[in-house]
């Protein structure tokens, strides 16, 4: 396996300090890095629906950095690719009752690597056709269209092979997956590569905060892309961000799905803001920042009236702060090197309490006092 090497480590940290001092070319932001944990380069989930998949394989390619020291590149689109057919047999069972487009969670991931393994990208790219960038939008209207004239004509029972359609179909759109591979002059199956990285899915868990139920319980998350029904620890919102701190301190990183439809969400802008209104959007990033105090009761509110919805996941590798000594999270998106921080955003104390929907972390991450409440 290729060692991470210390000066690959230093290298991350200062180059992402030496590019994102301002935000969009203004002054008035000014961000110093506090930590910033091993994780790898920013990728392009670019047309797909996979921001899923992107942002929990950099936090396993990350958890490989601080297990093993390793430094590898783990492909994106095997997840998909063992997934789709999961979603598209559910779909038909439910009756086309439950949500058939791109999107997923992070447990899904984790799903993939407990029943299959992980594969590096090298094995398993999800280029087809001599692509060098990802466009599913075919795909995902095949997949639909598919899915429906299963159900609409009883090919389901009619006609069982259509399963082999919907294998045949992601073949041509993502790839065959591969059994068996080469990686770094060995011979590795998915199931032994994950061994070799040391990701055990076991250890591995998933955080929300909602007081529809109760605290200190899991419970299936009622968000549209959580069609595989995964189930959720439910923290007080106190907690749940002292999960995330103590994580980031001691060197883990954090998968993190949020709501990114706010006006202070600017990807832009480098920067992810939840302000008190009224303010001007043209004034928002330019300016010491004025934001809402989070409370566990305007977080449910937000939910329980779909202020707060699931659109996106990412990955949060460190902390920041700004010259007025605000806390951030430093968060790495999928969406390539498009802005003045290579891919990079701050996102505020009070915009991760007020729109964190949920997030995974290796559960040694939890403080002992809230594992012991937990039972983990």
Known sequence: MKKLSVLFLMGASVAFAQVDTKTSGKEEFVFSVIQNNAHGHVEDQCQTGTC??????SFLEAEAMRIKKTEVDLSEMVNPRYMYSKKVDSYVRFQGKQQ???????????????EYGVVPESA??????GATSYNHNVLDAYMESMSKLVLDRKLNESNP???AGVEALLDTYIGKLPTQFEYNGKKYTPETFRNELGLNPNDYVMLTSFSHHPFYSSFVLEVPDNWSKGQYYNLPISEFQNVADHA????????WDADVSEAGFSFKNNIALLPQTPFKKEELFTQKPNEINVTQESRQADFDSFS???????????TSKDQWG??????KNSWGEKNT???????SQAYFKGKTVCMVVHKDAVPSDIRKKMGI
Request: hydrophobic share 40%.
């Open 308 to 318: 707060t919805t699931d659109d996106h996941l990412m990955h949060i590798v460190g």
């Open 52 to 57: 899923w998949s992107f942002a929990t394989v």
């Open 161 to 163: 092979e259509w399963k």
């Open 100 to 114: 058939l487009g791109p999107g997923g969670l992070s447990h899904d991931v984790i799903q993939v690597m407990r």
């Open 341 to 347: 921080a290579k891919g990079y955003q701050h996102v």
């Open 124 to 129: 398993f790219s999800g280029f087809v056709n």
């Open 248 to 255: 980031l301190k001691t060197g883990y990183t954090i998968a």
């Open 326 to 331: 605000n806390l951030y999270y430093i968060t």
